[in-house]
């Protein structure tokens, strides 16, 4: 049975770190793009960043650039999303969300989603 399943949010201050993991199973994840996206109370689900499953990376939110990486370990079949000099307006749900090859940038594109993990930046 395929799964994605998110983990590593919690409550952190203004500055701080996190890092989001996204874990496969039953489907071998580099096969696949995996994006993480994100949905703030009362705001429509966006995109954060893609990596394909070429290894390309696509950012798709420029309040995030220079901040956030993403990566893969393959070996784990598990997908990362570092979250670096964190702010409150990255309070959100963040999912990351499984399609075949590449990285649309629109959440109805993908095919499969995690539950989702809670981020809350606050001091």
């Known amino acids: 049975q395929l799964q994605l399943v998110e983990s590593g949010g919690g409550l952190v201050q203004p500055g701080g770190s996190l890092r989001l993991s996204c874990a496969a199973s039953g489907f071998t994840l580099n096969y696949y793009a995996i994006g993480w996206f994100r949905q703030a109370p009362g705001k429509e689900r966006e995109g954060v960043l893609c990596i394909s499953k070429y290894g390309s990376t696509t950012n798709y939110a420029d309040s995030v650039k220079g901040r956030f990486i993403i990566s893969r370990d393959n070996a784990k079949n598990t997908v990362y999303l570092q979250m670096n000099s964190l702010k409150p307006e990255d309070t959100a749900v963040y999912y990351c969300?499984?399609?075949?090859?590449?990285?649309?940038?629109?959440?109805?594109?993908?095919?499969?989603w995690g539950q989702g993990t809670q981020v809350t930046v606050s001091s």
């Open positions: 969300a499984q399609r075949d090859g590449w990285c649309p940038r629109s959440p109805v594109e993908y095919d499969y």
